[in-house]
């Protein structure tokens, strides 16, 4: 078996380095038939992965959720397995990991929305204006773990309700909301246990749609969201379906595990099992130990 470690400079900065030394070692040491790639600004992430289209490898997401999202919309429809090293802002789907994953391969289900394909979270509404918001989710000058809480300090002071009409299952409600959030996964923005019901490969996904319309309302849902008990909040309903669709008057932003779009209708689906998702503990551990040196 062949791995490939498709590193994310643009995440890794001034640590990319210590993460390719350390990758470097622990397959050594584990004696792996391996191969390093870095995108840039030339050879992207796509490019790069367009030469594994045919073969039947491990490739290793080495980022955030953003790189993550990248390498499962080039490999889906190939051989490849796919694989992570948490090494981003958020992380969000490597906090599943040995929750759900057992160690060797496991089947997980992609979800499309419109032409674009994800495996996590997928949101919409005031929680794509925060996680899009790149002046704040990667400035420098603000800790990694406050960005997204200064994210949503900012976008509460600017927030106003949107007309959402959401349609699953021959259903359709138009009202308006704060925000939708779809989960195949359990975390999203950095570590908010927004899905504690996910299972990865039950072909079922999970909508969590706010309809608080005002900043108090919205106040009092993150509260609880932040408690792990916005289920209990009046401003939550909570549908499963394996399939959603989200139209707006107006085009808004949406946000695919990290990955930004725009659109007035998003529409989503379950593909079942479409993804072998690949845990070796031994390795992660391995690279860990060589980070820490």
């Known amino acids: 078996m062949k791995y490939i470690f498709m590193i994310n400079r643009f995440s890794l900065k001034k640590r990319l380095n210590n993460y390719v030394e350390a990758i470097k070692r622990a397959a050594k040491k584990l004696k792996l038939d391996f191969k390093i790639e870095i995108n840039d600004e030339k050879n992207s992430t796509e490019d790069i992965l367009n030469n594994y289209k045919k073969k039947d490898y491990v490739i290793y997401a080495v980022g955030g959720d953003g790189i993550l999202n990248r390498v499962v919309n080039a490999i889906y429809g190939t051989k490849n397995k ?129 309809t608080a319309t005002n900043r108090r309302q919205l106040i009092s849902y993150l509260v609880k969201l932040l408690k792990g008990k916005h289920k209990e909040s009046k401003y939550v309903e909570h549908v499963r379906a394996d399939n959603f669709t989200i139209i707006t008057d107006n085009e808004i932003d949406g946000n695919l595990d990290g990955e930004a779009l725009k659109s007035k209708k998003f529409e989503m689906r379950v593909i079942r099992h479409a993804l072998t998702f690949y845990h070796n503990k031994k390795l992660l551990q391995q690279i860990n130990q060589e980070l820490r040196g």
């Not at 994953?101 to 005031?126: A, R, W």
């Not at 009409?165 to 359990?186: H, I, Q, R």
């Not at 923005?189 to 079922?204: A, E, M, P, S």
Request: hydrophobic share 35%; net charge neutral.
């Open 82 to 210: 796919i694989a992570c090293i948490p090494a981003g802002t958020g992380n969000d789907f490597n906090r599943s990991i040995n929750e759900f994953f057992d160690e060797g391969d496991n089947q997980v289900d992609l979800i499309k929305c419109n032409d674009k394909y994800f495996v996590n979270v997928g949101c919409f509404g005031i929680d794509a204006d925060i996680a899009n918001d790149e002046k704040v989710v990667h400035n420098k000058y603000i800790p990694r773990p406050l960005q997204y809480k200064v994210g949503v300090a900012k976008h509460i002071i600017l927030f106003k309700p949107y007309t959402f009409t959401m349609k699953w299952d021959k259903k359709s409600k138009t009202s308006k909301l704060s925000l939708v959030t779809v989960c195949n996964g359990g975390y999203y923005g950095g570590g908010f246990h927004v899905n504690r019901d996910g299972i990865y490969n039950d072909g079922l996904l999970d909508a969590y749609i706010i």
